[in-house]
Nanobody
Framework: QVQLVESGGGLVQPGGSLSLSCAAS????????MGWYRQVPGNHRELVAT???????RYGDSVNGRFTVSRDNAKNTVWLQMNNLKPEDTAIYYC???????????????????WGQGTQVTVSS
């Protein structure tokens, strides 16, 4: 089993900063991608940022230039530094990892996703 434990989040004023972290534990196959998605009730879950095992980041258009994603492969941990937060960043943020499915009997190239329980980020004055 794979467990994802998220921390961080909370309430911050517009223009402020917050940091999220997510640690993966358990019987973990090779983690290919790690990152964050967010969801507002009634909307689809959207990409915030992901980072590959070799350190290549990818950002959603709305956060590019304000958020930074990083990871420590040895610790199976991913972080999200959020700066210049805006009210529209308010959402539940979910940690996501994608592991090598071939190590679990799936076909080569299949990425098996796991999700954290979510943490609330509220940006409000």
């Amino acid at each position: 089993q794979v467990q994802l434990v998220e921390s961080g989040g909370g309430l911050v004023q517009p223009g402020g900063s917050l940091s999220l972290s997510c640690a993966a534990s358990g019987s973990i196959p090779s983690i290919i991608n790690m990152g964050w998605y967010r969801q507002v009730p009634g909307n689809h879950r959207e990409l915030v940022a992901t980072i590959s095992s070799d350190g290549v980041p990818r950002y959603g258009d709305s956060v590019n230039g304000r958020f930074t994603v990083s990871r420590d492969n040895a610790k199976n941990t991913v972080w999200l530094q959020m700066n210049n937060l805006k009210p529209e960043d308010t959402a539940i943020y979910y940690c996501n990892i994608e592991v090598d499915g071939a190590e679990m009997g799936y076909v080569d190239g299949f990425l098996l996703p796991y999700w954290g329980q979510g943490t609330q980020v509220t940006v409000s004055s």
